[in-house]
């Protein structure tokens, strides 16, 4: 019996999973899967499997993209691959997001066609379609009818980059290069909304934002790290809700209002339990730093985000990274 | 109880159903859905079933996209949908492909939340990722680190058109107007490679193939309907393969090799009956609009879809739409 190679884009998390994809694992008596993987993917295999090389700090599997001689471990998978076929075995590979976006999937494709293998090519929801799950449109009309998806990791102050005169950009693996980033960007577009999306996808993730002004330093503040993915639009992002429940110590003060969005304002530092007011708010703003640390205090991070979260500005942002909580807008 | 809105993107196909879709549609007391979605999808829904607008030529969800007035049918899905939240109810809007992707989700997403509605938005696959199927890659090392995903109903020769510099370019919606595209993409693009992929994600897909000089001759005499996706790209898409099987007519003649890739030929207008030589290709060349019409009587199209098919021309790509069959590579 002939052998089958799955190539497997298993989006971000379980529940991207597709059906194609879980019969691919499910047929498959050996799996090679990216270290980065939801573990309870994983689990739904019952085969022999076998990490893929070292572990990435960015989302994408891009080992190699564009820096020489990395291409060896790809080839070292295609060989592996190719030899699981002829032994007559189905084998699947299992990529975190798709497996064709940013990676090497068709050096692979290419290779096992070429020698006779067949293979199914199983796509998967990559980490700029879950932006809309956090309310940022790619495309909208009136507005954006182009988006560009760029690699940052070749973008560097000599090459030209491509993509650039698109409506809406996105770029993947942008951390250690956002200042040469934003200094192409600003050849290009004016009035545009920068959103640095940490951990998308994932519970904790962080949505710093800002202008093309102040972005690369609100980031640092923000202590932003790989995985990230980092947008430009036209489209200024807000809070869609119809109010804002407010968290703060009662030196700072409590704004009545925020974006229009009338704000109940509650003080941290008073005797009164707030506990059902947190269980029952929808979208929290959080002023600062301190308030962050007792709001924490007072209530579970798993119930705190399971909301929307407003935070007063980056040094803010950066207390929720130490506690585990998500940020969706920085005020 | 309150009530919640799921906004869900499909995929092309049942196949493409993701876990986070499918608990979304079980969850429902009523489901909102696109009439070109997969009928297997509707069939896990128990629910109340509405179906949504006309039939689109199109597969994706964009009515009203940039043409004025044509927003009306989504204010009255939107309040529908809040009717429904408001009376406690759980509601399912299924669409084609990603929902967020030129499309008027973004527009249900904001209304709601402002109405203080929990909306919880579900990714799909979308049908420029499809591609990979067919062994077309959006993003490869040293060819494409960026690809632009562009509404090609906003085209017009007197518009600006966003996303022409990137790599790669995949154009929506492009069938009625593909002239107007070829005419923009030359002003800035030498030696590209053009696809038009009809029906992309389905069995009956046709990849018709061409140059920016001859694209929209052969788009015509192929008989390319909507719905359908353009690519243009730097990279030249090949057979990959071991060995093409050929079936000609005696007159037309047959090749040795197709790209380097040795030809074993079997003439249709003899007595010796092929069934077992069609069973074990996996590549088939058929040249002639006459040896595809032979073909197609000799063995079913079924079979003859589960193999990559070249074809030797657009009038060949032509016969093999009215037989059903799909095309991957014109030669």
């Known amino acids: 019996m002939d052998g089958k190679v799955y190539l497997v884009g298993c989006g971000l998390g379980e529940k991207h999973l597709t ?7 499910r047929d498959s008596e050996v799996i090679l899967y990216d270290r980065l993987l939801d573990k309870r993917i994983l689990e739904k295999a019952e085969c022999k499997k076998i990490p893929l090389g070292k572990k990435m ?9 564009g820096k020489k001689g990395k291409g060896k471990n790809q080839e070292r998978i295609n060989k592996l691959l190719l030899k699981y ?23 692979a494709y ?16 990559s980490t700029h379609q879950v932006l809309s799950e956090l ?5 909208y009309r009136d507005g954006s009818s182009s988006v560009s998806l760029i690699n940052a990791n070749w973008i560097s102050e000599s090459k030209e980059c491509g ?18 980033i934003v200094g192409k960007v600003r050849r290009r577009k004016r009035k545009v909304y920068c959103m640095l999306v940490e951990n998308a996808g994932k519970e904790d993730y962080r949505v710093i934002s800002g202008g093309l002004g102040d972005i690369v330093r ?54 009164r339990s707030l ?20 709001l924490c205090k007072t209530a579970p991070v798993k119930l705190l985000n399971s909301k929307t979260i407003l935070v007063g500005g980056a040094a803010t942002a950066a207390s929720s990274k130490k506690a585990g909580l998500h940020v969706d807008f920085m005020i």
Chains 1, 2 share one sequence.
């Open 19 to 25: 059906l194609q994809a879980l019969k691919a694992i």
């Open 135 to 139: 309310g940022i449109p790619l495309t």
């Open 110 to 125: 290419r290779f096992l066609r070429s020698n006779g293998v067949e293979v199914e090519v199983v796509p998967g929801v």
């Open 218 to 271: 609100l980031a640092g503040e923000a202590l932003v790290e790989p995985p990230a993915i980092f947008v430009v639009s036209p489209y200024e992002r807000k809070p869609y809700c119809k109010r804002i429940t407010a968290f703060y110590m009662k030196g700072d003060g409590c704004a009545r209002e925020i974006d229009g969005i009338p704000v109940e304002g509650y003080p941290l530092d008073s005797s």
């Open 163 to 180: 993509g650039l005169d698109a409506d809406t950009l996105v770029f993947y693996m942008p951390v250690g290069n956002l200042e040469n």
């Open 275 to 294: 506990s059902r007011v947190i269980k029952e708010a929808e979208t929290l703003y959080v002023k600062s730093p301190q308030a962050l640390d007792r």
């Open 85 to 107: 076929a002829n032994e007559g075995k189905t084998v699947a590979v299992l990529k975190v997001g798709d497996i064709f976006h940013f990676s090497r999937g068709f050096d």
């Open 57 to 65: 700090r960015e989302p994408m599997p891009h080992e190699g993209w």
